[in-house]
């Protein structure tokens, strides 16, 4: 949820992540941890048909549990993830442009300055993205950043 600050319209802190994806997060890593134990008691070719699987749901699952929140401060975004909440990256609130990409059924919101790009929010939902996107457009000039189309390759147009 956003707080609002009472001398500006705009949010001023958006949590990316949800409480709901970061337990689903640890859940997943609860039973990949069982699923590693149980390939190690069983004989060697069925082992290896759970401890693959396991190690590749790794991703998603260590990606719920991380913790991610944007803020804005005095002209700049400061992005902090993980459990001790600290700072990822930080970026100024000038000559922004944003992208809203779909992604594996889901939204990812890029920002773009100056040439570089960076992913603020990834595997989110719509409304989700939107929150960020509003956060980011409280620092434009004139109430909004322009939006990029995205890029898609040539088999998906």
């Known amino acids: 949820m956003a707080a609002m600050a009472a001398d500006h319209p705009h949010p001023v802190r958006v949590n990316i992540s949800h409480p709901l994806g970061n337990l689903i997060g ?8 069982f699923l590693f134990l149980a390939s190690y008691s069983i004989d060697w070719g069925v082992g290896w048909m759970v401890w693959v699987p396991s190690a590749i749901a790794i991703i998603p699952a260590s990606h719920l549990m991380r913790r991610r929140i944007l803020h804005r401060r005095d002209g700049y975004f400061d992005l902090e993830q993980g459990w001790l909440m600290r700072r990822a990256r930080s970026f100024p609130a000038d000559d922004l442009s944003i992208e809203l990409l779909p992604t594996a059924g889901l939204w990812a919101v890029v920002v773009h300055r100056q040439g570089a790009a960076w992913p603020i929010a990834t595997w989110v939902t719509r409304q989700r993205a939107n929150r960020v996107c509003a956060v980011l ?21």
Do not use: E, Q
């Open 26 to 33: 640890f859940a997943m890593g609860v039973t990949i941890v």
């Open 137 to 157: 457009d409280g620092s434009a000039p004139n109430g909004a950043w322009p939006r990029r189309d995205p890029i898609l390759p040539n088999g998906d147009r």
